[in-house]
Nanobody, 124 residues
Framework: QVQLVESGGGLVQAGDSLRLSCAAS????????MGWFRQAPGKEREFVAA????????YSTDSVKGRFTISSDNAKDTVYLQMNSLKPEDTAVYFC?????????????????WGQGTQVTVSS
């Protein structure tokens, strides 16, 4: 069993930055990859970024490239999502999730455990 807890969300203005954290606990050694997803009201859950605990980073949509950075701290069993130059269209609930490898990393159904989510709201 793995527990994931996200934090760091909030209400910001366009152009601001936020850093989301995802703290993992439990049997984390069984899992190889962590992912960030987001879900806006009325939309499907969207893949944002994924990282292996060894530090391989994979970015998703063009809309976050150059603005969002995923990183991990193995000593703390924590994954971060640094979000810069935030836009109103980034408004969503952000979730972290974990899976055993990086195959099909874009697909939410491939992930085994999920956090409860943290709300990010960007005002214009």
């Amino acid at each position: 069993q793995v527990q994931l807890v996200e934090s760091g969300g909030g209400l910001v203005q366009a152009g601001d930055s936020l850093r989301l954290s995802c703290a993992a606990s439990g049997r984390t050694s069984r899992f190889y990859a962590m992912g960030w997803f987001r879900q806006a009201p009325g939309k499907e859950r969207e893949f944002v970024a994924a990282i292996s605990w060894t530090g391989v980073r994979i970015y998703s949509t063009d809309s976050v490239k150059g603005r969002f950075t995923i990183s991990s701290d193995n000593a703390k069993d924590t994954v971060y999502l640094q979000m810069n130059s935030l836009k109103p269209e980034d408004t969503a609930v952000y979730f972290c999730a974990t899976k055993r490898d990086l195959t099909n990393y874009r697909l939410p159904d491939e992930y085994d455990y999920w956090g409860q989510g943290t709300q990010v709201t960007v005002s214009s």
